[in-house]
């Protein structure tokens, strides 16, 4: 089976070719937040789906560069700017750093480059320039700069939007609008009185940049003209990606994006979130909470991608017991595993685990087909290290196929819980004391682990020492 993914841009299931004529390289794009603001978990929803495939694709052998732009110039910031009054530099400065740390929480692979769009006004620029001199673009009577939809014969590919519906002329400046209002949108702003003293020097005099030429300028100087994978939420394709196709390709004659991945949107207690409706949750308020990053993390990932996910305080509990049941399993492998080197081949099961969980992800990025594998293996298992009969070599053997898999799902494997010395000492003592019979002080010291959050088996091969 090979790896497939829903692309929008063909509406259907395409397997993945990387443009690389060796095979090997993967050139991704993702539109990164809007720093005005913490970002939720909806938002988060999107990031952990391109983590998760992008994780994926190393899996499968891929180089990947992923690029994920800082978007600190925009309409919502400008208007975030003007209510507040807080420098546009520290307010994005401070939401880009709260969002990198969100990111660590979630345990979300740091993109190769980070580009903030300030830093890349220049290639804008330059991108507006192309446009203009190849006559797709046009300065309109309110100076701005605006992309002609009617000089771009494919505009609609993406959103799939009928010509009849298009209102070429008509002019729309602002940064998110609906397919009513579709028109020429803006690359460049004309400075206006509301955006104070934010703006920059341009051939069209002074302004700022549109937000969809800011993605497009920053894919293609780190990436290229062309690029393999380009992913966002569903909220994205119109008008964000498909203005962005539009503005790529006009400049330079060549296929933008080859697979284009959207994955649906959160629901919060089966409601769109809100602020005014209390359904509204940033990372902060679920640790606030209680929760960690991880179960946040595995909440996120465990519905496919392209199916709505209804976020629930019962679904991230649901998620917690989920991840302490991998933990248990992990650690009673360990202790069964021991030192035992993993066996070559791998016994049988274990084999078929790799290739039901591979199929799973291969089919666009199955994750709850290829969970829905690992839990049915892990009872299976369980019900076997209950009766004693899992050999050393096949638990090293599923402990090291998991640490691959983990490679992909990014929930970490168990630390192993070794004692500090001070316990191991007072272990020793009360062995000690057990083979001089004295077993009022064996018990004493027994009490006195326990206290410190330490329990004694003994085992046939001896007590061993286990956290409460
Ligand atoms: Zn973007």
């Not at 989920?322 to 084999?351: C, H, I, M, Q, Y």
């Not at 969980?357 to 087909?369: M, Q, T």
């Amino acid at each position: 089976m090979s790896l497939r993914f829903f692309n929008t841009l063909s509406r259907q299931l395409d397997e993945f070719r990387p443009l690389d004529p060796a095979g090997k390289q993967v050139k991704l794009y993702t539109c990164g937040p809007t720093v005005y603001d913490f970002a939720h978990i909806g938002n988060f929803r999107a990031f952990t789906f391109e983590d998760l495939a992008r994780r994926y694709l190393v899996y499968r052998g891929y180089d990947v560069v992923h690029v994920m732009n800082i978007t600190d110039i925009e309409d919502k910031i400008i208007r975030t700017v003007r209510q507040t009054g807080e420098p546009l530099k520290q307010l994005t400065g401070r939401f880009s750093t709260a969002f990198l740390d969100d990111c660590r929480a979630l345990n979300l692979l740091p993109p190769h480059h980070v580009p903030r769009a300030t830093d890349h006004i220049p290639e804008m620029l330059a991108l507006i320039g192309t446009l203009m001199k190849k006559g797709v673009a046009y300065q309109a009577p309110d100076k701005s700069v605006y992309f002609s939809i009617a000089k771009f014969a494919r505009y609609g590919q993406l959103k799939k939007i009928d010509a009849d519906q298009m209102r070429p002329g008509e002019r729309v400046k602002l940064d998110e609008y609906e397919k009513e209002s579709l028109g020429d949108f803006a690359l460049w702003k004309a400075w206006d009185e509301a955006d104070g003293d934010i703006g920059w020097d341009s051939p069209w005099g002074r302004g700022r940049p549109g937000w969809h030429i800011e993605c497009s300028a920053m894919s293609m100087k780190y990436l290229g003209e062309s690029l393999d994978l380009h992913c966002g939420g569903e909220d994205l394709v119109f008008p964000h990606h498909e203005d962005e196709i539009a503005q790529s390709e006009a400049a330079t004659g060549k296929p933008f994006v080859r697979y284009w991945l959207h994955c649906a949107y959160l629901l919060v207690n089966g409601q769109k979130m809100a602020k005014r409706s209390g359904n509204f949750f940033t990372l902060h308020d679920l640790f606030a909470k209680g929760y960690t990053g991880r179960e946040l993390r595995y909440t996120l990932i465990a519905e496919h991608y392209r199916r709505q996910l209804n976020f629930t305080f019962e679904g991230i509990d649901a998620a917690r017991t989920s991840l302490a049941r991998v933990d248990e399993f992990l650690v009673k492998l360990r202790d069964v595993a021991g030192g035992t080197p993993v066996p070559s081949p791998l016994p049988s099961n274990v084999a078929t685990l790799q290739t039901d969980f591979e199929a799973a992800l291969d089919d666009d990025l199955n994750i709850s087909a290829a969970l829905g594998v690992l839990f049915n293996f892990i009872r299976d298992i369980n019900k076997r290290l209950a009766e004693n009969v899992v050999a050393p070599a096949e638990a090293t053997a599923i402990l090291d196929t998991w640490q691959r898999f983990d490679t992909v799902l990014g929930f970490g494997m168990p630390q192993a819980q070794e004692a500090p010395a001070n316990i191991v000492a007072l272990a020793n003592q009360r062995l000690a004391a057990r083979k001089a019979k004295d077993f009022k002080r064996a018990d004493q010291i027994r009490d006195e682990l326990k206290a410190k959050g330490w329990i004694i088996e003994d085992t046939p091969k001896g007590p061993k020492l286990k956290r409460l």
